[in-house]
């Protein structure tokens, strides 16, 4: 199926009127979801997708940001004919959901973010290594450092992303959205790992404060909470969208 021009892949599961729409963080792709996808595809329509430049879908030829994506998205549920869904995020797909939601309203009936990235804390240390990076980026592109200084920097997932992947993640990792989570009107579970250190909890709890009557559940795992507690997981989804309709 093509966006916007561009290969996506998907995979979907069950029938039914409701629909649950997952998506997945920085680096990963449909697969984080699949479990879940299949075993709630017993009471509800699943659809797991690859966002552009990840798993099947192709990359994208300009540099997005996360409003972007979100537009993406929407266009893809249109071209499924799918009227509302419901939706689920984890890490930069939380932000991505959480764009979508405010953007179309009407058409998210709910929310869930899983240890969704969109909150922002520089340490002062932070501060200075990017700083540091840019002052060795600007060397290099004037051939006065070796390029291979650069490949201290980062995390794992920034030194594992290239192209205009790399120019992508530095814009989105970049987003504040505090304001955009303050604007969600939609029921909203949040779910996070008690040890995540990629979105630590103190993450998690400001975005529950942010979200009006929203729900915060917290599980002992790290950012990737919905996996380790995977049965647990699969129940208060369940549940939390028959109490939503």
Aim: with cysteine; glycine share 8%; proline share 1%.
């Amino acid at each position: 199926m093509k966006v916007f021009g561009l290969h996506t892949s998907y995979k979907e599961f069950g029938c039914g009127d409701d629909v649950v729409l997952f998506l997945h963080g920085w680096g990963s792709d449909l697969s984080d979801f699949l479990g879940s996808a299949k075993v709630l595809s017993q009471h509800v329509k699943t659809i797991c997708l690859d966002l552009w430049g990840f798993g099947q879908s192709q990359k994208p030829k300009e540099i997005l940001n996360s409003f972007d994506y979100a537009n993406f998205v929407f266009d893809f549920l249109k071209q499924k004919n799918i009227k509302d869904c419901h939706l689920v995020g984890h890490s930069f797909g939380g932000k991505v959901a959480t764009a979508l939601a405010n953007k179309h309203k009407s058409f998210v009936k709910s929310l869930i973010l899983v240890d969704s990235a969109g909150v922002l804390k520089k340490s002062f240390k932070t501060k200075l290594l990017i700083q540091k990076y840019k002052r060795l980026k600007q060397l290099v592109s004037l051939g006065k450092k070796d390029k291979k200084v650069l490949e201290t920097f980062g995390s794992q997932d920034w030194k594992q992303t290239s192209g205009i992947m790399r120019e992508i993640m530095a814009k989105v990792t970049n987003e504040n959205f505090l304001d955009e989570f303050k604007k969600v009107s939609q029921k909203t579970l949040i779910v996070w790992g008690k040890q995540d250190k990629t979105t630590p909890l103190f993450m998690g709890k400001q975005i529950h404060k942010a979200i009006k009557h929203s729900k915060l559940k917290i599980f002992n795992g790290d950012h990737f909470s919905h996996i380790q507690n995977f049965n647990e997981f699969n129940k208060l989804c369940l549940d939390f969208w028959r109490d939503s309709c």
